[in-house]
């Protein structure tokens, strides 16, 4: 099935890092997300983006909508031990569905 | 506000066999979409059910088929299991855009 391209794969980084991932599409989206999921759980909601240029934040994370709307970047400031899990993007094109195209995820691994 | 259920959260099954898995949305959300996620990989769309009618879906075989109830609640019934169908599926409920995963039901095919 269709996956967004979403790197790195995978990260090991120190506790107070800061941590980009970014993830890209060769269609346009009209909506992006940003999920996490830990082991044995459903993706738990992160951010929600809507407009082409966005910049939206939660806490310690910062997420854009790429002006080309085939891109998203999701940063997280200071990391620490519970920042732990893997990231997905999601893309959204038809507003009259659900149906997110998911990315690959990205694993990140904290070093106290 | 109660979130995403869904049910059962194990289950083991043997090739050829039917499976049926539950889902109750959250409060106020009238969409329900499923997804299966492979070991190692991002979700993928199953399909969606607003006011209990499929209006979605994604590239999955007619054997997985799904119903929505009045309560908004729904159930994914895949018939013929094969060993690709192990994974987990996740329902999620939507509202203005957005979608609310629940824990998922981790599906093993033998």
């Known amino acids: 099935g269709q996956q967004l391209n979403q790197s790195p794969q995978s990260m090991f980084i120190q506790e107070g890092e800061d941590v980009s991932m970014n993830c890209t599409s060769s269609s346009i989206f009209n909506t992006w997300l940003w999920y996490k999921q830990e082991p044995g759980e459903g993706p738990v909601l992160l951010i929600a983006?809507?407009?082409?240029?966005e910049l939206t934040s939660n806490g310690r994370l910062t997420a854009q909508f790429g002006i080309t709307r085939k891109d998203s970047f999701l940063n997280i400031s200071a990391s620490i031990p519970s920042d732990v899990g893997i990231y997905f993007c999601?893309?959204?094109?038809?507003?009259?569905?659900?149906?997110?195209?998911f990315g690959t995820g990205t694993r990140l691994k904290v070093l106290a | 506000e109660t979130g995403v259920t869904q049910s059962p959260t194990h289950l083991i099954k043997t090739r050829g066999q039917q499976v049926t898995l539950r889902c109750s949305s959250q409060?106020?959300?009238?969409?329900v979409s499923w997804y299966q996620q492979a070991l190692g990989q991002g979700p993928q769309f199953i399909f969606q059910?607003?006011?209990?009618?499929?209006?979605g879906r994604g590239n999955f075989p007619p054997r997985f088929s799904g119903l929505q109830f009045p309560n908004y609640s729904s159930e994914l019934n895949v018939n013929a299991l094969e060993l690709d169908d192990s994974a987990l599926y996740l329902c999620a409920s939507s509202h203005l855009g957005l979608a609310s995963f629940g824990p998922g039901t981790r599906l093993t095919v033998l």
């Open positions: 999601a893309g959204r094109m038809d507003s009259g569905t659900y149906k997110y195209i």
């Open positions: 983006l809507y407009k082409a240029g």
């Open positions: 409060s106020g959300h009238n969409t």
């Open positions: 059910y607003y006011r209990e009618e499929e209006n």
